[in-house]
């Protein structure tokens, strides 16, 4: 797989009972920040197809490929089945966004918490803007923001914590 990391960018954020705010104001500012990109000359973004943000962004990228072939999306899975112990509707979406993505790719062969960081790294280190959802609390959002600033990515915050 060969990803233009100048034209990619990743997503991170809060699974969605961890949100302030309403999940349709996130949903709507990740589509207006994916256009925002795309008028920017980004092409390919990559979901760490994690429930709520990610998948919602992956969700908005789906619709916009529609409009615009160029897009790719890439579902960056951090270990096969990381999906399995949640909820059907968000396994259904889960699964419907993986089957649509341009690019597939498990991070690490073995479940676990070093998983998700390994994916949120390679996330970071194979895109050029990173939009994030955040509240300011610890956790796997955080880290990536944090990883992103000290490799010099862009980073696009929604929330109160810029």
């Known amino acids: 797989m060969k ?10 954020g809060h ?9 349709e104001d ?3 500012w990740l589509t207006d920040q994916i256009k ?7 092409t390919e973004f990559i979901s760490g197809m994690q429930r709520g943000v990610d ?6 990228v789906i619709e916009l490929k529609k409009e615009n072939k160029s897009l790719r999306l890439i579902a960056a899975s951090a270990f096969e089945g990381m999906e399995k112990e949640w909820d059907s509707l968000w396994q ?3 699964y419907r966004v993986f089957d649509s993505a341009d690019e597939k790719i498990y991070i690490s062969e073995k479940p676990g918490r070093r998983a998700f960081f390994q994916r949120n790294h ?18 796997g959002t955080k880290e990536t923001i944090e990883y992103a600033k000290t490799k010099k990515r862009e980073v696009i915050l929604y929330g109160n914590n810029k």
């Open 55 to 60: 998948i919602w962004a992956a969700e908005a």
């Open 36 to 42: 925002k990109a795309v008028d920017d000359g980004y």
């Open 26 to 28: 996130v949903k709507k």
């Open 122 to 139: 390679w996330m970071v280190d194979h895109s050029n803007r990173l939009i994030g959802v955040y509240t300011g609390a610890p956790g």
């Open 92 to 94: 259904k979406r889960y």
């Open 3 to 12: 990803i233009d990391i100048e034209h990619a960018c990743s997503f991170t």
């Open 15 to 23: 699974r969605p009972e961890r949100l302030s705010g309403s999940k």
